[in-house]
């Protein structure tokens, strides 16, 4: 069974704003919203993804 303390995130593209990703995240670790760089394939590049709620 998951743990409360690890959330599922969905990270949206800053350029195309899709919802490329799903990714899980610690709350405990981490309580802001997460930034990664990841491969946007509309747009073909890797760009800035960030969380949305």
């Known amino acids: 069974m998951a743990s409360d303390k690890r959330v599922a995130v969905t990270l949206e593209c800053t350029e195309c704003k899709r919802r490329n990703y799903i990714t899980n995240k610690s709350?405990?670790?981490d309580r802001?919203?997460?930034e990664l760089k990841k491969y946007c394939r509309w747009d073909?590049?890797?760009t800035?993804?960030?969380e949305t709620r």
């Open 44 to 46: 073909r590049k890797h």
């Open 48 to 50: 800035v993804h960030k």
């Open 32 to 34: 802001e919203r997460i």
């Open 27 to 29: 709350k405990v670790n």
